[in-house]
């Protein structure tokens, strides 16, 4: 069974950095398209980062700039490295993973494996 387990939220200051983490269990990062997702209170969970199994990488626009996603497949981890951080990036981060994304890549439909989430904070 595949898992997906995130780590390293925190609470930052505005224009602040953080790097999260997820390790994958139960298979090969490199075969899945994994993607990071987040959920502000009150507000639709929504794609942040995705790569895909043949390597490509995709962000919406509101991240583009400030945010990287990043493999290590030695370790079957994937990191996501979030710069200039705004109050508005505060939310609960999810990693997942599912076989193939192609162009749903941004659907949570999408994807099948998610990890628990954790928390990002903002201040102001």
């Known amino acids: 069974e595949i898992q997906v387990a995130e780590s390293g939220g925190g609470s930052v200051q505005a224009g602040g950095s953080l790097r999260l983490s997820c390790v994958v269990s139960?298979?090969?990062?490199?075969?899945?398209?994994m993607a990071w997702f987040r959920q502000a209170p009150g507000k639709q969970r929504e794609v942040v980062a995705s790569i895909d199994s043949d390597s490509t990488i995709r962000y919406p626009d509101s991240v583009k700039g400030r945010f990287t996603v990043s493999p290590d497949n030695a370790i079957n981890t994937l990191y996501l490295q979030m710069n200039s951080l705004k109050p508005e990036d505060t939310a609960t981060y999810y990693c997942?993973?599912?076989?193939?994304?192609?162009?749903?890549?941004?659907?949570?439909?999408?994807?099948?494996?998610w990890g628990q989430g954790t928390q990002v904070t903002v201040s102001s």
């Open positions: 997942t993973a599912t076989w193939a994304c192609g162009n749903g890549w941004s659907a949570e439909s999408v994807y099948m494996y």
């Open positions: 139960g298979w090969t990062r490199s075969n899945l398209c």
